[in-house]
């Protein structure tokens, strides 16, 4: 028996010894190895094409319409060229490539090279590019019709079509627009029937003191039709200063009071239903109004509460929600129980004497100032309104509605005090 030989030596000795052998073996039998390999590959496509078999489909599936578009290469920049019809295409390729195919996977040409302006031709379309894995079988239709058109340019101003302000608000200036024109380019029938460029600005929402809108620009006819051409730039901004000019405010109400309650008796009171109205105008006219007027109210010889329904004093160009207001006017007996003591919490309702106003100046309004008077029982009993005086100067007033002092008179034994008058001064003569 042999024995293996022993150490590193031997082993490098019997590697060796396979090495030979097999490259022997690979030389004495390639052509076999060869055989074996190309059939191990044909069986492998006849297994292919029985389980995953090329299949044939379209893009898009629907006929109705086609929507493979088709692009224009080596076109002129001087030249506009109507967009060909879309295409169907039919592909063939293994079920797992063909599922799913969307037209953007395709992209389909025509080629204009050479061809001049004026000219109508049906020309080969050329799929330039598409997935690997697919075929095109064919192209449907297999030529499409396309014009050729020379460029056109214009530059026209862009305007702006607008909705209405909310109500109440109006522009304070010209609004801004960015850019002021635009370059149009087309073919020259189309450009030559455009009227105007316009961007859409919705004001319907506006409040504030400025507003910015963007949008597309497009071209319209006189009739208003839009017009296909090619826009640079696209988009324009619009800038609006916005300003209020009418406002609403709250205002309350001022009765003129004429006659005396009978002897012994007193206002000690007057109310309004309701107590304010809401006025609508022009802001410079409604922030100056004073407290509004009504219809004067007679309480002579009264004994008892008045309740009356008095008209508003009509304001021009102002709009007021209501028309009438019911004015109730508390009367009291003279009366007090803290005993001998002064009795407190009288008011009178006086019309004021105005001092002069300053030169071009008049009051604007009727007032009511009311007094609040205290005194003895029996003094108090005694007192006519017409003992009661106030008096307002208006030295140093101006134009519109300001606060003034007022200075009340009252018989010696009682005193008075009034809170300071809101009156309103406009230029003499006005209405």
């Given at each position: 028996m042999?024995?293996?030989?022993n150490?590193?030596?031997?082993r490098?000795k019997?590697?060796?010894?396979?090495?030979r052998s097999?490259?022997?073996?690979l030389?004495?039998?390639?052509a076999?190895a060869?055989f074996?390999?190309?059939?191990?590959?044909g069986?492998w496509?006849?297994?292919q094409?029985?389980?995953?078999?090329?299949?044939?489909a379209?893009v898009?599936?629907d006929?109705?319409p086609p929507?493979v578009r088709?692009?224009i290469?080596?076109?002129?920049?001087d030249?506009?060229?109507?967009?060909p019809?879309?295409?169907q295409?039919?592909v063939?390729g293994?079920k797992?490539?063909?599922?799913?195919?969307?037209?953007?996977?395709?992209?389909?040409e025509?080629d204009?090279l050479g061809?001049?302006?004026?000219e109508?031709r049906d020309?080969?379309?050329?799929?330039?590019?598409?997935?690997?894995?697919?075929?095109?079988v064919?192209?449907?239709p297999?030529?499409?019709?396309v014009s050729?058109?020379?460029?056109k340019t214009r530059?026209i101003?862009?305007?702006?079509?607008e909705?209405?302000l909310p109500?109440g608000?109006?522009?304070?200036?010209e609004p801004?627009i960015d850019p002021v024109?635009?370059?149009?380019?087309?073919i020259?029938e189309?450009v030559d029937?455009?009227?105007?460029?316009d961007?859409?600005a919705?004001?319907?929402?506006v409040?504030?003191?400025?507003?910015?809108?963007e949008g597309?620009?497009?071209a319209?006819t006189?009739?208003?039709?839009?017009?296909?051409v090619?826009?640079f730039?696209a988009?324009?901004?619009?800038?609006y200063?916005?300003?209020?000019?009418?406002v609403?405010?709250?205002l309350?109400?001022?009765?003129?009071i004429?006659g005396?309650?009978?002897a012994g008796y007193?206002?000690?009171n007057?109310t309004?239903d309701?107590?304010?109205?809401?006025?609508?105008g022009?802001?410079s006219?409604v922030?100056?109004?004073p407290?509004?007027?009504?219809e004067q109210?007679?309480?002579?010889?009264?004994?008892?509460?008045?309740?009356l329904?008095?008209q508003?004093?009509?304001?021009q160009?102002?709009?007021i929600?209501r028309?009438s207001?019911?004015?109730r006017?508390?009367?009291?007996?003279?009366?007090c129980d803290?005993?001998?003591g002064?009795c407190?919490g009288?008011?009178?309702?006086?019309s004021?004497?105005?001092?002069?106003?300053?030169?071009?100046l008049?009051?604007?309004?009727?007032y009511?100032v009311p007094?609040?008077i205290?005194g003895?029982?029996?003094?108090?009993?005694?007192?006519?309104?017409?003992?009661?005086?106030?008096?307002?100067s208006l030295t140093?007033?101006t134009v519109?509605?300001?606060?003034?002092?007022?200075k009340v008179?009252v018989p010696?034994?009682i005193?008075?005090?009034a809170?300071?008058?809101?009156v309103?001064?406009k230029?003499a003569?006005a209405?």
């Amino acid at each position: 028996m042999n024995r293996m030989p022993n150490g590193s030596t031997g082993r490098w000795k019997m590697a060796w010894e396979l090495v030979r052998s097999g490259t022997s073996n690979l030389g004495e039998h390639w052509a076999l190895a060869g055989f074996s390999l190309v059939t191990a590959f044909g069986i492998w496509f006849v297994v292919q094409d029985v389980e995953n078999p090329l299949l044939q489909a379209l893009v898009p599936p629907d006929p109705d319409p086609p929507s493979v578009r088709v692009g224009i290469s080596n076109n002129s920049n001087d030249y506009i060229i109507d967009e060909p019809r879309p295409v169907q295409l039919k592909v063939e390729g293994r079920k797992g490539d063909i599922t799913g195919l969307h037209p953007d996977d395709f992209k389909a040409e025509v080629d204009v090279l050479g061809l001049p302006p004026g000219e109508y031709r049906d020309l080969p379309v050329k799929i330039a590019q598409k997935p690997a894995s697919v075929r095109v079988v064919e192209v449907k239709p297999a030529t499409v019709n396309v014009s050729i058109h020379q460029a056109k340019t214009r530059e026209i101003r862009v305007t702006v079509r607008e909705t209405p302000l909310p109500a109440g608000y109006t522009k304070s200036d010209e609004p801004v627009i960015d850019p002021v024109s635009v370059k149009v380019r087309g073919i020259p029938e189309l450009v030559d029937s455009i009227a105007s460029v316009d961007v859409d600005a919705n004001l319907a929402g506006v409040r504030g003191d400025s507003f910015s809108v963007e949008g597309d620009l497009v071209a319209h006819t006189a009739g208003g039709n839009a017009v296909t051409v090619q826009l640079f730039p696209a988009r324009a901004k619009v800038t609006y200063k916005i300003q209020q000019d009418f406002v609403s405010r709250t205002l309350g109400f001022v009765s003129p009071i004429t006659g005396t309650p009978a002897a012994g008796y007193r206002i000690t009171n007057i109310t309004f239903d309701p107590p304010v109205v809401t006025v609508t105008g022009k802001k410079s006219v409604v922030e100056s109004l004073p407290p509004l007027g009504l219809e004067q109210l007679n309480v002579g010889g009264a004994k008892a509460d008045i309740v009356l329904t008095r008209q508003v004093e009509k304001i021009q160009n102002v709009i007021i929600d209501r028309q009438s207001v019911i004015v109730r006017v508390e009367i009291k007996p003279v009366d007090c129980d803290q005993g001998p003591g002064p009795c407190s919490g009288f008011t009178f309702f006086v019309s004021p004497e105005f001092g002069k106003p300053p030169t071009g100046l008049a009051v604007d309004g009727v007032y009511q100032v009311p007094v609040r008077i205290t005194g003895p029982v029996a003094l108090l009993s005694e007192l006519k309104p017409a003992g009661v005086k106030a008096s307002v100067s208006l030295t140093g007033g101006t134009v519109g509605t300001g606060t003034y002092a007022v200075k009340v008179t009252v018989p010696p034994g009682i005193t008075a005090e009034a809170d300071p008058l809101i009156v309103t001064l406009k230029l003499a003569g006005a209405p």
